[in-house]
């Protein structure tokens, strides 16, 4: 897994360079810099495979996100976080059926209330906040306890997380001020869902 990671962020590192070098960076903020940067030096076919290979990766993210995602809901329904009509499987089709349809409403409406730009500002900030929270979980469950049996080591411990948390940080505090705004509402909204139903109902909370 590491390999794969360090692999990961040589190509985007490479690519990165590049796409720099052919181009000025400040024409690259659009929703397809690879494209963009290949028609701007006259690789019109190359340009249009690239977008057709963008079209492929969003689609296969959207896909995964409507697959995992109720099956998220699913696991904390089951943990006494969410209702139990979250955990509900569907007696033919063997899969979460309302967390889908909720999944797939959110989905369905969420572009019509933002624009592009704000949707992708919203979810650079969520899920930067989400490793910083793994980051510091990492460091928490090593404290409180230690002799916990753990397939997978984080390397480089502490340095690793404190360093994730750090560069997140230093990236969420470059987003626009009315991200953090709807960040915080969001946030809010789940921290509401949590000490109204999820706390109290909380299989781990109860033992």
């Not at 249009?48 to 904390?76: D, E, H, K, N, Y």
């Not at 994730?164 to 505090?173: E, G, P, R, Y």
Request: glycine share 6%; with cysteine; charged share 10%.
């Amino acid at each position: 897994m590491i390999a794969s990671l360090i692999i990961c962020t040589v190509l985007y590192v490479a690519t990165a360079i590049v796409m720099t070098g052919l181009v000025p960076a400040a024409d690259l903020g659009t929703q397809d810099p690879l494209a963009r940067a290949l028609r701007m030096v006259g690789l019109q076919k190359l340009a249009a495979v690239m977008s057709f290979g963008a079209v492929i990766a969003v689609t296969a993210v959207l896909l995964v996100f409507q697959l995992g995602q109720p099956r998220i809901f699913m696991a904390m329904s089951r943990d006494g976080l969410l209702p139990p009509v979250f955990g509900r499987v569907h007696p033919r089709f063997r899969t979460p059926a309302f967390g889908t349809i909720v999944t797939g409403v959110f989905v369905a409406v969420m572009p019509s209330l933002l624009t592009p730009e704000q949707a992708l500002d919203l979810t650079n900030i969520g899920t930067l906040f989400a490793f910083i929270l793994v980051s510091l979980g990492v460091i928490a469950l090593r404290r409180h306890s230690p002799n916990l049996v753990r397939p997978f080591h984080c390397p480089g411990y502490p340095v690793t997380p404190i360093l994730s948390v750090a560069f997140c940080t230093l990236l969420i505090a470059g987003l626009r001020p009315w991200n953090w705004i709807r960040f915080i509402v969001w946030l809010a909204l789940g921290m509401v869902i949590y000490f109204c139903y999820s706390r109290r109902h909380s299989k781990l909370q109860q033992s």
